[in-house]
């Protein structure tokens, strides 16, 4: 545990990324993780990412924990470029960027390593821009 702590105090004070706990409000356990990573403040653009215990799914936690990430980068550090890289049959996920405003960009294919499978698969890049 300790050296995650030191990889997210490591990518905080790089500016590499910013990771957030996501916890339950009436208990205070954590029930998931969202992050800005591949953060270049010099291009005022970040990647998205997020994952929450299934037990939480279909409530809106994601999708209000995103809405939040998403104001704070785009007022306070000014970000205009915010992508969303999603695996195809991922359709919550897919449904999350969509109802914030995100729009599809591209398919790019074969462009993520998974581990468990030694395979590469897709992934659908989403994108929203700062009005």
Not at 7 to 23: K, M, P, S, T
């Amino acid at each position: 545990m300790t050296r995650y702590v030191d990889v997210i105090h490591d990518g905080y004070q790089n500016r590499y990324f910013i990771r957030w706990a996501l916890e339950e409000k009436e208990s205070g356990k954590l029930i998931g993780l969202i992050s800005l990573h591949h953060l270049e403040l010099w291009n005022y653009k970040a990647e998205v990412g997020y994952i929450l215990n299934e037990n939480f799914w279909n409530k809106g936690l994601t999708t209000e924990a995103l809405e939040k990430l998403m104001e704070k980068a785009i007022k306070t550090w000014g970000l205009h470029r915010i992508e969303a890289l999603i695996h195809p049959g991922n359709i919550p996920s897919l449904r999350v960027v969509e109802k914030l405003g995100f729009y599809k960009a591209c398919y790019k294919k074969e462009c993520a390593f998974d581990r468990e499978s030694n395979t590469f698969q897709d992934r659908l890049m989403y994108v929203y821009l700062a009005k």
